[in-house]
């Protein structure tokens, strides 16, 4: 029998690009929302000895967490020979340490959280900051994908005289290898983060600048407001106006609208998370994470 | 060292009542909202050896579970006696069977999952229809409260020639007691539901009406057709205007403003849910049945 895989709604579009690259089947799952607060997730029944492959992207992954232990347990009771998650986007990882004391360390509980749920997880570039890789973090099988090819073969097609810029000293992993892969310029800003939403960023001296189409890039984008102060930073160096990637389009409140209002020539996005500007598929990439780490057969 | 009771913030009031019954001390519990749909829980982080005991009710739950878990695992980790969960409504209770093939099982796999991260749980008149007791739902000491005692007095003195009136045969159970310990009359009308929202009351024939003003009696308000039907039926038959009492201020949407708009004389709840319409204490039964069931000493 074929593996199943089974999409949170949102994520139905990604769940048809990945079904034939897994060699399996889609089915529906049903997440039904009720006005008190509860929901009721629905499976197909026929799970027997199958296979079994959630993909959910953890972008509000409190409203998500209970709905995806429900149907990790429902499965199970249905008789599935495995029960693995594809999380494109895996939430959490940014509060990876007790920045005040009493703080909950929701890195690793949210990771064991999942852990309990899933037999294996894989996702696409997790933003791992203080964990150096993700089996710190889990006790099962979990990989990820890397953007970087897919990120760097869009570069290479579309700004083919694009000069990579990171917005802080945390982007530097993404935006070294997509650079080295596009085989194009590029420099780290530097970040000093004061509050929420309140960040400064200094731009060192450069002459890269005037070297072709600024690109920014970022692994989330979530309050937009490290964008938006780059874009600003850019500008007022006179550069031209500068192309925003992000792999994952978290993009909070007004943040997609305030990055654009701030100047960005064009902002793009993977579809780890599901958005209008989504322009680069990591269906690829993610299927092949995840057939060897579920052991997909 | 005295028991810790760190409420959940729309909680705070009802633990500043039992903090005293309980012999507690209450804290600040602070749970932070971002954008992105994570959250951030913080404790006072000095809970070393102690009882802790957390206050949260259970509307919401999809947006709750995570945090609570959190919480939970956070007290644990910074060195509590024992974790115990206060949760004067405990959601989830309704979905107690496959209502259709595939449907996640809702009722035991939220009691599961509870179980894992608290060491006993303490609560009010659940919606136990198919499963007799808690015991049949929790592996980990679980016990209720029941409202009747509250009720009947707070209706003995209010409205002393009540007629109480159940909307259906599920809430015989509540209506049977409180009339009892009123000494009041008592009718259970007969449900008929279809679908969601849609919900036919049949009204047996019946000679109480007269008897004095009319209380309708129920566990939870949820979308409120239940009681807008009633209130409807009632009024058909010439009856005064109802008074309408739920244990749980569930009130989903416009439920409330429904209620009123229906005619009724005046909406009456406990303090289970925080609501405007609480004016009804469980504060003294909670916290007898919390010192028992989480052996407070």
Not at 56 to 83: H, K, N, W, Y
Not at 152 to 173: C, H, M, R, T, Y
Not at 276 to 292: G, H, M, Q
């Amino acid at each position: 029998m074929k593996p199943v895989i089974l999409a949170f709604p949102d994520m139905r579009p990604l769940a048809a690009d990945l079904a034939p690259l897994l060699g399996a089947e889609q089915l529906d799952l049903a997440w039904r929302h009720f006005p008190d607060g509860e929901s009721l997730v629905t499976l197909p029944p026929d799970l027997a000895g199958r296979e079994v492959i959630f993909l959910a992207t953890l972008r509000d992954p409190d409203r998500l967490a209970l709905p995806l232990r429900f149907a990790a347990e429902t499965a199970r009771a249905f008789g599935a020979q495995s029960v693995g998650l594809i999380a494109p986007y895996l939430g959490y990882m940014r509060q990876d340490k007790r920045f005040h004391p009493g703080e909950a360390l929701s890195a690793p509980l949210f990771s064991a959280f999942l852990g309990e749920s899933f037999d294996w997880l894989a996702t696409v570039d997790p933003h791992l900051h203080r964990n150096p890789d993700l089996s710190r973090l889990f006790a099962i099988p979990a990989a990820h994908a890397a953007a970087a090819p897919v990120i760097a073969d869009w570069i290479g097609k579309n700004i083919p005289d694009a000069v990579l810029f990171g917005p802080d000293s945390e982007s530097q992993q993404w935006v070294a290898e997509v650079a080295r892969l596009a085989q194009r310029p590029y420099e780290v800003l530097q970040k000093i983060r004061r509050g929420d939403r309140a960040v400064e960023v200094s731009l060192p001296d450069s002459d890269t600048l005037r070297g072709g189409t600024p690109v920014i890039l970022d692994d989330i984008a979530s309050s937009g407001q490290t964008m938006v102060r780059t874009l600003q930073h850019l500008d007022a160096l006179g550069a031209n106006a500068a192309v925003c990637v992000v792999i994952h389009a978290v993009f909070a409140g007004s943040a997609y609208e305030d990055i654009l209002a701030a100047g960005a020539a064009r902002i793009v996005s993977t579809n780890t998370i599901t958005h209008d500007s989504n322009e680069i598929s990591v269906a690829p990439l993610l299927a092949d994470v995840a057939r060897k780490t579920g052991r997909i057969t």
